[in-house]
């Protein structure tokens, strides 16, 4: 089993930052695959970034250059620093984490980007 806990978010002015940080404990031993997902409301839950145990990294067009996804060598530490938000970015942004045969989630945290 994992667990996943998000903290960072909260209420930012558009074109400020903010660091999501998440804490994993359990057995991390098969973790394979480290994201962090968005849901804004009335809309499906997206993929944000992604990144690996080998270090390779993905992101959704709309963060791309905006957005960075790292973690510690130990996978227990996951992080999103979010530069230059936007409103549209305003959602619960949520932690996941993959091994080769199941899945965990975290609970979530809520980033709104507003004036």
């Known amino acids: 089993q994992v667990q996943l806990v998000e903290t960072g978010g909260g209420l930012v002015q558009p074109g400020g930052s903010l660091r999501l940080s998440c804490v994993a404990s359990?057995?991390?031993?098969?973790?394979?695959?480290m994201d962090w997902y968005r849901q804004a409301p009335g809309k499906q839950r997206e993929l944000v970034a992604a990144i690996t145990t080998d270090g390779n990294t993905n992101y959704a067009d709309s963060v791309k250059g905006r957005f960075t996804i790292s973690r510690n060598g130990a996978k227990s530490m996951m992080y999103l620093q979010m530069n230059n938000l936007k409103p549209e970015d305003t959602a619960v942004y949520f932690c996941?984490?993959?091994?080769?045969?199941?899945?965990?989630w975290g609970q979530g945290t809520q980033v709104t980007v507003s004036s």
């Open positions: 359990g057995s991390l031993f098969s973790i394979r695959v």
């Open positions: 996941h984490y993959r091994t080769p045969t199941t899945h965990y």
